[in-house]
């Protein structure tokens, strides 16, 4: 699995929609409402068979509120 963390910049007075609708899809280990200038942060678990672009955009980038989206990959340092 390869773990990636995923910002959410949500229209305004949209973030609990978004978050509910995120939720509802069960893809996300985590997820957290942030300050700052995204709304919410989640950890995704993206399994190693599927592209992280393909899954991302099928699964989260398609819900309607979201405006911006940042996604931090992780890599194995230690």
């Not at 939720?23 to 942060?41: F, M, N, P, R």
């Amino acid at each position: 699995m390869q773990c990636v963390f995923v910002q959410v910049q949500c229209k305004p007075g949209q973030a609990y929609k978004v978050a509910d609708a995120i939720a509802l899809k069960e893809v996300h280990s985590e997820l957290y409402s942030t300050s700052g200038q995204y709304d919410l942060l989640m950890k995704i678990y993206i399994p190693k068979d599927k592209d992280i672009g393909h899954y991302l955009s099928d699964m989260i980038f398609g819900i309607e509120g979201i405006e911006r989206t940042l996604t931090t990959m992780t890599f194995a340092a230690f």
